[in-house]
């Protein structure tokens, strides 16, 4: 079983900068992609960014130049660095994760961390 939890959440104004974090444990033989998707009221959840195995990102068209993914392959952990933020980055923040236990492939998301961005 694979758990991914998520942290950093919280309240920033706008222009102000937040990091998120997200460590991933369980019975873990691999990890391919790594990502960060959000989920505003009333919309579709939509990609952040997501990175993978060799480092290769991609963002979300609304996010690019203002935030950055970063992951460490030994410690199964991956980053978001969000900066210039703006009230429409304010959603539940969700990481996302794709691998392999011994056995099978998973696709693990964790419980979600709220971001507010408001004066």
């Known amino acids: 079983q694979v758990q991914v939890v998520e942290s950093g959440g919280g309240l920033v104004q706008p222009g102000g900068s937040l990091r998120l974090s997200c460590a991933v444990s369980?019975?873990?033989?691999?990890?391919?992609?790594m990502g960060w998707y959000r989920q505003a009221p009333g919309k579709q959840r939509e990609l952040v960014a997501i990175?993978?195995?060799?480092?290769?990102?991609t963002y979300g068209d609304s996010v690019k130049g203002r935030f950055t993914i970063s992951r460490d392959n030994a410690k199964n952990w991956v980053a978001l660095e969000m900066s210039s933020l703006q009230t429409e980055d304010t959603a539940v923040y969700y990481c996302?994760?794709?691998?392999?236990?011994?056995?099978?492939?998973?696709?693990?998301w964790g419980q979600g961390t709220q971001v507010t961005v408001s004066s």
């Open positions: 369980g019975s873990i033989f691999s990890i391919i992609a």
């Open positions: 990175i993978s195995s060799d480092g290769t990102t």
């Open positions: 996302h994760v794709g691998g392999r236990t011994a056995t099978e492939p998973f696709y693990s």
